[in-house]
């Protein structure tokens, strides 16, 4: 389960001070789906990058099975991302010019484990979103929702417990982004893997479970879908 407790964000100093987050609080259960929802500008994706431990909150904080992130180490958080979380975002972050094999073996080559070993997960997180016979080519020869698939692979190679999806698909047209869909939300369902979802999107907001809403990097309401 992830907490987050009266967590509020600000950047810039004294007068030049921008408020993002303002003494937000809220639970995602394990196994859930959970979609936070706000135009541009409302603190939804800082709440995000808070969450998944990309950044620190200026002051609150967040735990993560009960462990207070904000009293951990910078090596700490690390191993914990690595072991507990995958992302999926718009902007694909692929290493273009690198094999398909290799971008979805890169975050088990930084945390240290065998070639090997590297290379077996990696296959069978390709097959599991249907991209095995796209394992030799290059990032740059594949569509949208190729490289999409991609990237839900290389979120999957490290077992996480935990998907953070940021738009995941903005950059897609609607029969591919419905692919896309379906294969994050059968994760969900069937592995039990906890999907969090930053989105401006009501219909894709729709299919989660609970949906927080934010304007102005506050907690506007909160809901539980009728799935």
């Given amino acids: 389960m992830i907490e987050v407790k009266s967590v509020t964000k600000k950047y810039g100093s004294k007068d030049n001070s921008?408020?993002?987050?303002?003494g937000v609080s809220f639970e995602v259960p394990d196994g859930s789906s959970v979609a936070i929802l706000g135009k541009s500008g409302s603190g939804k994706s800082t709440m995000m990058h808070i969450m998944a431990l990309l950044d620190q909150p200026t002051s609150g904080s967040v735990l993560v099975d009960g462990k207070d992130t904000s009293k951990m180490k910078a090596h700490e958080l690390d191993k914990l991302r690595n072991e507990k979380f995958g992302f999926v975002f718009q902007q694909?972050?692929?290493?273009s010019n690198d094999t398909v094999l290799n971008n979805v073996m890169l975050p088990l080559k930084v945390a240290g484990v065998p070639a090997k070993e590297r290379r077996?997960?990696?296959?069978?997180a390709l097959r599991s979103v249907e991209m095995s016979e796209k394992v030799k080519n290059k990032a740059s020869d594949l569509s949208g929702g190729q490289k999409q698939r991609v990237c839900i692979a290389r979120a999957l190679v490290n077992n996480p417990s935990i998907i953070f999806a940021d738009e995941p698909t903005?950059?897609?047209?609607?029969a591919t982004g419905e692919v896309i869909e379906k294969i994050l939300f059968g994760l969900n369902k069937k592995e039990k893997i906890t999907l969090v979802i930053v989105t401006h999107d009501s219909d894709l907001a729709n299919k989660c479970e609970h949906k927080i809403y934010m304007?102005?990097?506050k907690i506007v309401s909160?809901?539980?879908s009728k799935l």
């Fill in 18 to 22: 921008f408020t993002a987050l303002n």
């Fill in 92 to 95: 694909f972050f692929m290493n």
């Fill in 120 to 124: 077996l997960r990696a296959l069978e």
């Fill in 170 to 174: 903005g950059n897609l047209d609607t």
């Fill in 215 to 217: 304007r102005d990097g």
């Fill in 222 to 224: 909160k809901s539980e």
